[in-house]
């Protein structure tokens, strides 16, 4: 049975699918803001964390490390809206800390574990196959005319270039599941999240038929290095929106981010 680490997995298609792989007998660690899984499954180890913060991604990337020394398969889950501009303990705007950084720290601090597995495998939720949005390279905390959708659609874009950059052993799949009812509206105001929630009783599907396919994906890789399905329909690796020069140039942007938020070494005594 597989090793799995969700991130995102105390709520929606997260936690269905961390209680899913449980119950069918994979070891699941699963991150998420809230102080457990209810109800507790057994195969599944909780660790609570705030995501969108960078000591909090090194953390658990600690402990699992510690405790899991092979990792088959990360899921990567954890977003939330936000109606307006809140930044982080680290300073960084938290739509993009929580949607996009911490997936790349995630994805990057578990190579190693990753690596050392027959067949491993990442799973990035996100919107690949929109072509709304993109980084704003010279504003990417959204210091000016910040939005909750600007928001999403720059980390949705970002995490397609965090998929086509990534060269590690693990074959990286980005997911686009389509309108799903999952997900906290709370943050959005109160026309909007009653306009979604009365969309989703004829448009939406159940979280069930949106992770269907992420069990087989765990089981049985596939062959290419990088794969993006949007609804179900696999896309061609060339989009715009995969550019791997664009690739380059975030990682680039987010290695200097990350430089910047990390704390300063201590100093050595005489």
């Not at 960078?54 to 899921?75: C, F, H, K, M, T």
């Not at 939330?80 to 800390?97: I, K, P, Q, Y």
């Not at 709304?132 to 995490?159: E, F, H, K």
């Amino acid at each position: 049975m597989a090793v799995v680490v969700i991130s995102g997995g105390s709520d929606g298609m997260g936690r269905a699918l961390a209680v899913q792989l449980a119950r069918r007998g994979d070891t699941v660690v699963a991150i998420g803001s809230r102080a457990s899984l209810e109800p507790e499954v057994p195969g599944t180890t909780y660790l609570q964390a705030d995501l969108s913060s960078v000591a909090e991604n090194q953390r658990v990337i600690a402990e699992i490390g510690s405790r899991w020394p092979v990792v088959d398969a990360l899921l990567l889950f954890a977003n939330r809206t936000s109606r307006h501009r809140a930044e982080t303990v680290d300073g960084l705007e938290g739509t993009f800390a929580l949607y996009y950084l911490s997936r790349y720290l995630l994805g990057h601090g578990l190579a190693p574990q990753l690596d050392r597995a027959a067949h491993p495998v990442i799973v990035n939720v996100a919107g690949v196959g929109v072509t709304r949005g993109g980084v704003r390279w010279d504003d990417p905390q959204l210091t000016r005319d910040y939005s909750v959708i600007t928001a999403q659609l720059q980390a949705g874009r970002a995490n397609d270039l965090l998929g086509a950059g990534f060269s590690g052993k693990a074959r990286y799949i980005l997911y686009h599941p389509g309108f799903t009812r999952s997900g906290n509206l709370s943050p959005l105001p109160l026309l909007v999240r009653t306009g979604i929630k009365v969309l989703a009783r004829f448009a939406a599907q159940p979280i069930a038929d949106a992770i269907r396919p992420i069990p087989g994906w765990i089981d049985h890789p596939p062959a290419a290095q990088l794969t993006a399905i949007d609804r179900g329909r696999e896309l061609p690796p060339d989009l715009p929106t995969l550019d791997p020069v664009a690739a380059r140039r975030l990682a680039e942007l987010t290695a200097t981010m990350l430089r910047d938020v990390a704390p300063p070494a201590p100093e050595r005594c005489p």
